[in-house]
């Protein structure tokens, strides 16, 4: 059992680990730029758009804080944003949408030159600025029609997302599998999404800490069209961050076949969102969450398929699986999910038995990657070094090195300045 | 003694000595943080003179990849801590060593830890090198 001290001191590792596995500010404001860039060629005055004034905004994990760094040092960072147009005319299908938003992007000489191959749903543009590592990323724009006939981000949502009906929030979306995608000319026939539903439903829960509602990280800003950095997380978003990149750790030696079975984001994020509890702190929230997400797939009958399939259903939409790759003939994705969790209860079994800052260290290295546990361990003795130095850092007399305490504890004392000599 | 009084007072779970009348040891187990390790700590003391800090277990502390010596102590064998800069008297014989010399060496475990972990000294401090270089 972990004393409260303990248990503190670890939870300000895991949330500046969180913190370092994060987008930084930099590349906040970079990602921001870049897709009010895309929203004001799309809404250009030349541009077929122009008249259902387009909205671009982000969607995914960048909303809901979660967004991790990459591993790879050649790989990108993920960027979903949503081109939401406010109607159309009546004779386009799904296939001109998706062509217009297409065209539109090519005639911008960068953009063109950018361009990846067309997606299922989406258009994909590759940045690579300045060839940094920590500069390149893909941005996929969903082209979507609201339903409604009035910007859900601009003049609903904006206001406040949390007022919404998550049915109010549901946008149609172009996807060259479906059958009607050359013809359909009705949107409320067209595959229906909900990214910002979707994360209203996560941020519900992630801001439920205990019964109490924690306005620590803002879903309102977020969406916001020019959204300010926000550097604080709650604890699901630390845990979601640190099973993406758990996975990404695991999964980076496979083959480059087999790499591409490893769980996907979306299934991790609903999955950890409906194993929480509204634990308080990094660690409680993890090894329960890690303990519970498999509980959540549920299993149905697949009536094309004859035979009962694995389901983690769309909160937001019950009717979407979004495990419904896995009963594809020969794939690997629910072996490889369940081989992650195996490995989960692995790693963390450390949190059950007694370990110190050395051991933690070591197994949050193979957990996480070298790099950023590193910078950790240092971020956090930087500051208890400014500690020190600013008169108030404290040690407890049988604890050790506490950090900013409660005073007035008579086991405590408060540290004097001073400077570490040496011949070395 | 005063010294003797402070460290039976913060320090009681170690042992407190007087030997020759004037020579002043602690020696105890110190952790370096809630989770860090536990480090069997000596300081010796004698009246005027300064205090002497050491770690006497373990033996040997581990050091981080491709570094052959500690840093920040006076001598790597017998493990002596350097925990002030002495021409900025940040110790003089009017503190006590409960107050001062035992919480800095609490901190320079925690700072040595960080240091194996990381290869890094976050501890902050004075090199005896770039002192000469001045």
Redesign the interface.
């Known amino acids: 059992m972990m004393t409260k001290e303990q248990k503190n001191e670890l939870e300000d590792i895991l949330d500046v680990l969180g913190e370092n596995l994060s987008i930084t500010e930099a590349q906040h404001e970079a990602a921001v730029r870049s897709y009010k860039a895309v929203g004001n060629w799309l809404t250009n005055e030349d541009s077929k758009l122009t008249n259902y004034n387009p909205v671009i905004s982000p969607q995914g994990s960048f909303i809901i804080g979660t967004t991790i760094q990459t591993i790879d040092s050649d790989g990108d960072m993920d960027l979903d944003i949503v081109c939401e147009l406010n109607g159309k005319r009546p004779e386009w299908t799904q296939k001109d949408v998706k062509q217009i938003v297409g065209e539109q992007l090519i005639k911008h000489k960068k953009y063109e030159s950018i361009l990846d191959d067309e997606g299922r749903r989406c258009w994909t543009l590759k940045y690579r600025e300045n060839g940094l590592p920590s500069e390149r990323y893909h941005m996929d724009i969903l082209p979507a029609i609201n339903t409604h006939g009035y910007s859900i981000i601009l003049e609903k949502a904006y206001s406040n997302l949390n007022d919404q009906n998550i049915e109010g929030l549901v946008l149609s979306i172009t996807d060259n599998e479906r059958p009607e995608y050359g013809y359909s000319l009705e949107p409320s026939e067209w595959f229906q999404s909900n990214p910002f539903g979707y994360a209203k439903w996560f941020m519900n829960i992630a801001d439920n800490i205990m019964g109490r509602r924690i306005k620590m990280f803002s879903l309102n800003e977020s969406v916001n069209p020019t959204p300010k950095y926000q550097k604080d997380r709650l604890p699901l978003q630390r845990v979601v961050q640190l099973l993406k990149r758990h996975r990404d750790i695991m999964f980076k030696d496979y083959n480059e076949v087999d790499k591409k079975e490893k769980p996907i984001s979306c299934v991790i994020t609903t999955l950890a969102a409906k194993s929480y509890s509204g634990e308080d702190n990094i660690m409680d929230a993890l090894v329960s969450i890690i303990n519970k997400m498999e509980d959540h797939i549920e299993e149905r009958y697949d009536n094309k398929l004859k035979k009962y399939v694995k389901w983690v259903p769309n909160p937001v939409n019950e009717k979407e699986n979004f495990t419904d790759r896995w009963a594809v003939q020969g794939s690997k994705k629910e072996m490889f999910f369940y081989d992650w969790i195996k490995q989960l209860k692995i790693d963390f079994g450390i949190f059950q038995s007694s370990f110190n800052r050395i051991d933690l260290s070591e197994s949050l290295k193979k957990s996480f990657g070298n790099e950023p546990v590193t910078k950790t361990f240092s971020d956090v003795g930087n500051r208890m070094r400014f500690l020190t130095e600013s008169g108030n850092n404290y040690v407890d007399h049988k604890q050790g090195l506490m950090g900013v305490i409660a005073t007035g504890l008579s086991s405590t004392s408060k540290i004097q300045p001073h400077n570490f000599f040496g011949n070395d | 003694m005063q010294q003797m009084v402070a460290l039976k007072r ?2 009681s ?1 170690g042992t407190t000595k007087i030997t020759q009348g004037n020579h002043l040891t602690w020696e105890g187990t ?8 536990d480090y069997l700590i000596k300081v010796s003391y004698k009246k005027n003179g300064v205090p002497q800090t050491f770690v006497v277990e373990p033996k040997n502390l581990k050091l981080p990849l491709g570094k052959t ?6 001598n ?1 064998q017998k493990q002596r801590l ?5 021409k ?1 008297k ?2 003089n014989n009017t ?1 006590t060593i ?3 010399i ?3 060496a ?6 040595y ?2 240091w ?14 770039s002192e000469d270089k001045k």
């Open positions: 913060d320090y779970f110190l952790k370096s943080s809630p989770i860090g390790t010596k500690l840093i920040h102590v006076y790597h350097c925990l002030y800069y002495p900025a940040e110790w503190k409960a107050s001062t035992i919480p800095w609490i901190e320079w475990l925690y700072h830890e960080t194996l972990i990381t290869g890094e000294w976050t501890g902050g401090g004075i090199h005896m090198e």
